[in-house]
């Protein structure tokens, strides 16, 4: 099992920044990718950034410019900085990993609980 925890979220008001943080730890082969889903109130969850271990970077074109993803892949951490906060970014953020177990298992996908972040106007 693998097990992800992330922190950073909070209330800030609009134009303020926040940065969240998450790690995966327990039963990791291999981690293959690393990121960021958000979901806002009443709206379905969508990618907000990811990283891949070949440092292949991607980012939702509603935060490209203000969010910057990145990780340390020895820790399995990343880190996401958001910066010009905007109201319509509020909602739960989710900190998901794609790792191996095993060097003969498929890769899957695991979740963080999720972290609110609550951006005023």
């Known amino acids: 099992q693998v097990y992800l925890v992330e922190s950073g979220g909070g209330l800030v008001q609009a134009g303020g920044s926040l940065r969240l943080s998450c790690t995966a730890s327990?039963?990791?082969?291999?981690?293959?990718?690393m990121g960021w889903y958000r979901q806002g109130p009443g709206k379905e969850r969508e990618l907000v950034a990811q990283?891949?271990?070949?440092?292949?970077?991607d980012y939702a074109a509603s935060v490209k410019g203000r969010f910057t993803i990145s990780s340390d892949v020895a820790k399995n951490t990343v880190h996401l900085q958001m910066d010009s906060l905007k109201p319509e970014d509020t909602g739960v953020y989710y900190c998901?990993?794609?790792?191996?177990?095993?060097?003969?298992?498929?890769?899957?996908?695991?979740w963080g609980p999720g972290t609110q972040v609550t951006v005023s106007s």
């Open positions: 327990g039963a990791i082969f291999r981690t293959n990718a």
């Open positions: 998901y990993a794609d790792v191996q177990t095993s060097p003969m298992s498929y890769a899957n996908q695991f």
């Open positions: 990283i891949t271990s070949s440092y292949i970077l």
